[in-house]
């Protein structure tokens, strides 16, 4: 049973980092995760809606969905960055969705599917199953994740990755010889 979704990040990053910490699995996923959110965002952009003056399409929805999650989780630096990346993915799709037909399904489910596949090749190097399939919060911590590892590489957030390298052990290379533990 997947446990409360509004868990704060600290708990939300250690969880997503046992399932990531294969530093190839960890490579891929800062191609498959904004690959996919592009993708996402390619696909609802089409989608329009309104209330009296205000108007939007299903993409920015999302983001504004997700942001409130993503500034909730108790780290507002983490939410604050994994918000602006996704609402720079979500500018550079809404105009995808403007095409044709053909040209916005090929941009949107070809990045999608090609994400993903970028996600399942790091999780073979992993040895693991991708962490949504124990509990679907991991689609909304993936692209925090992502975030906060490129945050944790320009030196934000030590005493953080500390603490998720504490509980989840640090980042390696697994041999792929033998059998993930």
């Known amino acids: 049973m997947a446990a409360s979704p509004f868990r704060p990040a600290l708990e939300l990053m250690v969880q997503y980092a046992r399932y990531h910490r294969d530093r190839r699995n960890i490579a891929t996923h ?3 995760i904004p690959l996919i959110v592009f993708a996402i965002g390619v696909l609802l952009a089409r989608a329009q809606f ?6 939007t399409n299903g993409a920015w929805l ?3 969905l997700s942001t409130i999650w993503y500034l909730t989780r108790r780290n507002l630096m983490l939410g604050l960055a994994t918000s602006l990346v996704n609402a720079v993915l979500m500018a550079l799709a809404e105009p995808l969705a403007a095409g044709s037909v053909g040209s916005w399904l090929a941009w949107g489910i070809g ?3 090609l994400g993903w596949i970028i996600q399942f090749v790091g999780h073979y190097y992993e040895g693991k199953k991708p962490a949504f399939v124990d509990d679907l919060v991991g689609l909304l911590v993936g692209p925090m994740f992502v975030v906060g590892e490129a945050l944790f590489a320009l030196g934000w957030g030590a005493g953080l990755l500390a603490e998720i390298e504490r509980r989840a052990g640090p980042t390696h290379l697994r041999d792929l010889a033998h059998p993930a533990a």
Not at 50 to 55: A, N, T
């Open 62 to 64: 999302l983001w504004a």
């Open 50 to 55: 309104g209330l009296g003056s205000l108007q």
């Open 111 to 113: 990045s999608f599917v």
């Open 30 to 32: 800062f191609v498959g």
